[in-house]
């Protein structure tokens, strides 16, 4: 099929469009819409192992044998410093493009994997079962997204990326969010070739073709939207060069998939993967340690990548885990399941350096470093970056803390 | 005029290839175009037989069950369900038990039993088609719901009213027609209604055997007399007749419609099987009104498409294929079920619908017996194809645009030429309705 | 050069064609491919009967190859290039592949030499295959991997007599690298216990799991390593806080160990499940004693957790008892009765059980697996192994299958979208073929300068 013959099709099919979809051209690439991705360290990450509270007299005693990775660890300014394994994210605090905020989480602390994990991704501590009908924050946000949009948008929202099951924080009983592990199921298929792009693939030819009627204008105004975005995919991939060196495991790939869909611009704002191994009851230090190094290489080339492409401005990245652990080490060189730990919001725009209270361990609760920021006040923080009103996500009362 | 009154084809009404389409997707999951052709000629009594018949005169469909549930794998019970769907023996119990399953919308996601969720189909598969009283009943009793709706900590020093309040809106009732009182007393009469062994357990000792008042009956009420007194109300008539209207005829149904559905209903002794056959034969079911009125889950899709194809597929691919599109069989989203109909089509689903056909005439989805080419056989001219794939595809009833559309593939198709065709034709707007 | 093949002449028959063959190549012939870029180069060495005579067959059919004598030999490569590839040297050097393989050709049907260094440079770059395995893959597979990443030839040879065997041989073996530390000193070979009775499947490992824990760096990649910290970040807190999970353990067991896959014992009919699996019984040797109450402390600690996830999940809890057989004895955990809806499940035949004796460690899924291993470790017989060794019993495999024969068809018909007649017909003649070899088995040899893959069908008979 020729240019022409294709151009005529688009138009004919979009001219209705354009009144049903209002913002049709969402998702096109180039798009300036802010992007949030959530990375979940998973297994409950030790925070004051991570941002280590160096000046506190009561950390070594606290911590006689872990307490030595505050050696080459690298000061943030506030008394506090950050894990030796850490450095390009360090690089990147110092750069202005990523914060540190102490102490958040709910109170009073869950010390269930599972149960603290469905808090953080419901977007509520009193949140008691989780059910069917339970939706999860990023999961209502994207409701109001596509609310903003009219009713429309690319379809893509959002995604889980990495996994088969879309986690808790992305149900919504709207938008229908889907895993991604490659942007290539998104690509048009031909009878004849498995190939990237099948560019005469039926399915485009008839786009816009029908009778009359309420539904078949609906389905058409989707058939369209699915052509958009296939094509925004297409040339998504074809444009992403990577500009920055990506790890060869799964958190690099995942990170990478992530970069691939953030630069192309093409409408998907909500993105969340994870990275376990973090429950570090026992011989901590090297694994700890090993885990950081990970984070450090996946996330730093995500983020060099970004502000390669120059779209950094526009995207934030929030670090979090379930909890932090006991402020204690324990007897098998590791340490137990906490409270409160420190969040990590990465992004162009960001004031760099750290925010809020930093823990304190001459005053823990029952042995944990108390929460001193509710958890919602960085998601309230992330979600007014993304111009998504906070209380029909999350209730009211949320102060955003002031990190852009 | 009563809207159920019974479709008579005429010479300016026949019982054509749209009618029996619209029947057979609407009463099962589709048929092949011969299937098709075949009951069109034997007629509309034939073709109500064909998607009804008696049950004794059918194979049971739980004939594999033990087999099914042998793997303890939630993804077998699942290949197991899709492969009886294209089975399709008993195209209106098949149909049905799809129906109960998205009303009593259990998920294993908090079951967690593929045993019990096995069952649980199986007892619509039993029942589905029978009385509505049976069927509460049988389900009040269900392990698997008792577990999803956390009967199994009722008990009468914490009464749980989760599935006393889902038995009056969702299953029986709906809203409005009962008030937080009969949930209250419902959820004593549930109280000791429990799992062991996995099986339903009257655990007296947890049981509240003082008096009850649910809906205006009073005594010493235990779970069956629940489920006996909900089904007895005239609102749970409506409530069905509105339910069943939605999922067999149009989104909206019309309040005339329901009244008389429910009418039926009540005269048919509450019997389910019975009371859709009149839905099914009425004027109503084949008016143009409801004809492509409806979103094509994507069970309707990758199921129909495949028994439409005449393809022998793989069930457990077809599992993974309509997960991506949005429905995991025995993993609804929520109690309430699928949404459906427009929620079905965002544009990324559609792009994955038209990437399964894809695949599957390429053969990536299993061995496709006949093939795109032997299907079309014989047409060789563009427009030939183009007309062959509109009456597999879509009833041979396209817009003037899409037939064009279609001939135009037709004349530019190289290659597979079959397979490009009908790929095209289930890219249409018109397939993707109901 | 990539490819090699060597043919040798079966029972002489009559025909002109025969003679030709006969006359141009009756000593054999060595068939090799070379890639050059995208071009595809041949070789062809002939031990002709006639050297006249193929000389005159040959320039009948004109001057488009090269050839020359090379004593009792004739080269013709697809050009002149293909010719000089043609090294003449012998073949213990860089040299000639072809000499030996028409030389010592003796009892073999069928020869063959791949040039793993040519492969690997079209592929691009060496030792990607080990390090393109995962842990439990390299665990597995690296002796391997380690030869066809370091070898620089692969030798092939069936040879077909009372078996079929297909012995596969690269010059490289993993014993002088890193990973090499994992396996035993020397290849003389280990005694194993030898089970009596209907044994499905044999799979023998010598490889030092406790080497690997302690020193994952060494063994494994980056991720891998990450894997094996933060399985033991929680398995090292299992006894307690001063004890070590990996020494005190893992570093009291010791080599090689083996998987033994039996013939299940068949419950009565009701009772049994629509899938009936074999019984699994892993067998170790103990170095030190002490490791028997490490075990008992640690699976005590494992009961609770798993009694605990099973409690969430409201399954009725696993009892842990002791358990003592004829020859050893140990902890067994006990499954609540069935007494469910429908058929029984796929775990009701299931009495997990860890048990010492007579020097070994025994994990097993029924107590009866168990008391057949521990009965082999107490009895005289062993089976002399060397390397790896995987043994399969076709009948005994085939019996097995045929007990679960309705839940497999419908696996298949839901897999592989067959209707009943079609999965029947698949496990009919699968049937068939098991019951035709009376077993397989797989050894994977790592000597000190060779690896050694060694494939051998033996019939029934």
């Known amino acids: 099929m020729n240019v022409d013959r294709r151009t005529f099709l688009r138009g004919a099919a979009c001219a209705p469009l354009a009144l049903s979809l209002g913002r049709g051209g969402a998702w096109l690439p180039g798009g300036d819409e802010r992007c949030l991705l959530v990375l979940e360290l998973v297994g409950g990450n030790d925070g004051l192992n991570t941002v280590i509270p160096v000046d506190d007299a009561d950390y070594a005693r606290l911590r006689p044998k872990l307490g030595a990775v505050r050696r080459g660890a690298r000061a943030l300014g506030d008394g506090t410093s950050l894990h030796p394994s850490l450095a390009r994210l360090h690089g990147h605090i110092a750069a202005g493009r990523g914060a540190v905020v102490h102490g958040v989480g709910y109170a009073p602390p869950d010390r269930s994997h599972f149960r603290s994990r469905d808090i953080w991704h419901v977007g509520d501590p009193a949140h008691q079962q989780v059910g069917a009908t339970t939706t999860g924050w990023l999961g209502r946000a994207a409701e109001q997204l596509v609310a903003a949009a009219g009713g429309a948008g690319n379809g893509l929202p959002a995604a889980a990326i990495g996994g088969l099951e879309v986690p808790l924080l992305l149900h919504s009983r709207r938008v229908p969010v889907p895993s991604l592990v490659r942007v290539e199921d998104f690509q048009w298929l031909s009878p004849g070739a498995r190939g990237p792009i099948a560019a005469d693939a039926p399915s485009r030819h008839v786009v816009g073709a029908g009778g009359a009627g309420e539904l078949l204008a609906a389905v058409r105004a989707a058939q369209t939207a699915g052509v958009e975005l296939a094509d925004g995919l297409t040339a998504a991939l074809q444009r992403y060069t990577p500009k920055a060196d990506y790890p060869d495991d799964d958190l690099g790939r995942h990170l990478q998939l992530i970069a691939r869909l953030l630069v192309a611009g093409v409408g998907t704002r909500l993105l969340h993967t994870s990275f376990g191994g973090f429950d570090t009851h026992a011989r901590q230090l090297p694994t700890h340690a090993g885990l950081l190094r990970q984070l450090d290489a996946g996330l730093g080339a995500l983020l060099d990548d970004l502000a390669g492409h120059g779209c950094l401005d526009r995207v934030g990245v929030l670090v979090h885990s379930e909890f932090g652990r006991r402020a204690a080490e324990n007897a098998s060189q590791g340490s137990d399941h906490g409270a409160a730990g420190p969040v990590f919001v990465f992004g162009g725009g960001v004031q760099g350096g750290t925010f809020g209270q930093k823990p304190d361990l001459s005053r823990l609760v029952d042995g944990d470093v108390p929460p001193t920021c509710d958890f919602r006040r960085v998601y309230a923080e992330l979600l007014g970056r993304l111009g998504v009103p906070v209380e029909p996500v999350l209730g009211e009362g949320f102060e955003p803390i002031g990190l852009w | 005029m009563n809207p159920l009154a019974p479709y008579e084809p005429s010479a300016r009404d026949p019982f054509d290839l749209r009618k029996c389409g619209h029947l057979l997707r609407r009463a099962g999951f589709g048929a092949s175009l011969p299937e098709r052709q075949r009951l069109v000629r034997e007629g509309l009594a034939a073709a109500l037989q064909h998607v009804a018949p008696p049950l004794a005169e059918v194979p049971a469909a739980d004939a594999l069950l033990n087999e099914a549930i042998a793997f303890g794998s939630i993804e077998r019970v699942r290949a197991f369900r899709v492969w009886l769907a294209l089975q399709n023996t008993h195209p209106l119990r098949e149909r049905l038990s799809y129906f109960w399953h998205g009303h009593f919308a259990t998920s294993n996601s908090k079951v967690q039993d593929p045993r019990a969720m096995a069952l649980m189909m199986a007892t619509f598969d039993r029942l589905g088609t029978g009385r509505f009283d049976e069927l509460l009943t049988a389900m009040l009793r269900d392990p698997a719901l008792l577990r999803w709706l956390d009967n199994d900590v009722n008990t009468s020093k914490q009464p749980n009213e989760n599935l006393a309040r889902e038995v009056f809106e969702l299953f029986a009732l709906g809203r409005g027609n009962y008030s937080e009182r009969d949930i209250k007393e419902a959820a004593r009469a549930l109280t000791g209604w429990h799992v062991r062994d996995g099986q339903f357990f009257r655990a007296g000792y947890l049981h509240d055997d003082g008096d009850k008042e649910v809906l205006g009956v009073r005594g010493k009420l235990d779970g069956d007399d629940v489920a006996a007194i909900a089904a007895a109300r005239p609102e749970s008539a409506r409530f069905l007749a509105e339910r069943w209207l939605r999922f067999f005829v149009h989104p909206q149904p019309e309040r005339d419609e329901i009244d008389a559905l429910a009418g039926a209903y009540e005269q048919h002794g509450r019997d389910v099987g019975a009371t859709l056959r009149v839905l099914l034969g009425s004027r109503l079911f084949f008016s143009a009104r409801a004809y492509r009125s409806k979103i094509k889950s994507p069970a309707d899709f990758v199921i129909g498409s495949v028994r439409l194809i005449g393809g022998r597929a793989q069930p457990t691919a077809l599992v993974a294929a309509m997960a991506t599109l949005g429905e995991t069989w025995l993993e609804p989203p929520s109690v309430e079920g699928w949404h459906g109909e427009l929620a079905w089509l965002s544009p990324a689903a559609w792009l994955l619908r038209s990437n399964f056909v894809a695949d599957l005439l390429a053969g990536r989805r299993g061995k496709l017996a006949p093939r795109a080419a032997e299907l079309l056989r014989g047409y060789t001219r563009p427009d030939h194809l183009a007309r062959a794939a509109s009456l597999f595809c879509c009833d041979g009833d396209l817009s003037a645009d899409a037939s064009e559309r279609l001939l135009e593939v037709a004349r530019a198709a190289q290659g597979d030429r079959a397979a490009t065709v009908l790929h095209a034709a289930t890219c249409l707007p018109e397939y993707q309705l109901l | ?461």
Request: net charge neutral.
């Open chain 3, 1 to 461: 050069m990539v490819g090699r093949a060597w043919w040798r002449r079966g029972p002489s028959s009559t025909g002109t064609s025969a003679n030709s063959c006969a006359r141009v190549a009756g000593g054999g012939a060595a068939l090799g491919l070379l890639a050059d870029g995208a071009r595809w180069r041949w070789t062809l060495a002939l031990r002709p009967g006639e050297p006249a005579a193929a000389a005159a067959w040959l320039e009948r059919r004109g001057g488009a190859v090269a050839r020359r004598f090379e004593g009792p030999w004739l080269l013709v490569g697809s050009d002149a290039a293909a010719l000089r590839s043609m090294p003449t040297a012998p073949a213990d050097s860089e040299g000639s592949w072809w000499q030996p393989a028409l030389v010592e050709a003796e009892g073999a049907v069928l020869r063959g030499a791949v040039d793993l260094a040519a492969l690997r440079r079209l592929r691009g770059g060496d030792g990607a295959l080990l390090a393109g395995l995962d842990g439990p893959g390299r665990f597995l597979l690296a002796p391997i991997a380690h030869a066809l990443d370091h070898g620089k030839l692969l030798r092939l040879q069936l040879v077909a007599a009372s078996s079929l065997r297909l012995q596969v041989q690269a010059d490289a073996s993993i014993r002088g690298a890193a990973y090499g530390s994992l396996l035993p000193a020397g290849d003389a070979g280990r005694e194993v216990p030898r089970v009596a009775g209907d044994v499905l499947a044999t799979l023998t490992l010598d490889r030092s799991l406790h080497r690997l824990l302690a020193q994952p760096a060494t063994y494994l990649s980056p991720a891998g390593v990450t894997q094996v910290d933060s399985f033991l970040s929680i398995a090292d807190g299992f006894d307690g806080p001063n004890s070590s999970i990996v020494d005190e353990l893992f570093g009291r067991l010791a080599e090689p160990a083996t998987l033994f896959v039996l013939a299940p014992q068949l419950p009565p009919a009701a009772e049994r499940p629509p899938l009936l699996l074999p019984d699994f019984a892993a067998c170790v040797p103990v170095a030190d004693a002490r490791v028997e109450a490490v075990v008992r402390r640690v699976l005590d600690l494992i009961g609770i957790v798993v009694n605990a996830e099973r409690a969430q999940r409201r399954q009725a809890p696993l009892l842990l008892r002791r358990w003592r057989g004829e020859h050893g004895s140990g902890l067994a955990a006990e499954l609540p009765e069935w007494r469910g809806p429908g058929a029984p499940p796929l775990e009701a035949v299931l009495s997990p059980v860890v048990a010492f004796g007579h020097g070994h460690l025994v994990v097993a899924s029924t107590t009866r697996a168990a008391e057949r291993v521990l009965a082999a470790c107490a009895a005289p017989e062993r089976e002399h192994v060397r390397g790896d060794l995987l043994r399969l019993s076709g009948a005994a495999i085939a019996d097995a299958l045929a007990t679960s024969r309705d839940a497999l068809v419908l696996a298949r018909m839901l897999d592989e979208g067959e209707d009943q007649a079609g999965a029947a017909r698949f496990f009919a003649i699968a049937d068939a073929v098991l019951r035709s070899v009376q077993h397989l088995q797989v050894a994977v040899v790592p000597a000190a300068r060779e690896t050694t893959v060694t494939v051998e069908a033996v019939r029934q008979r």
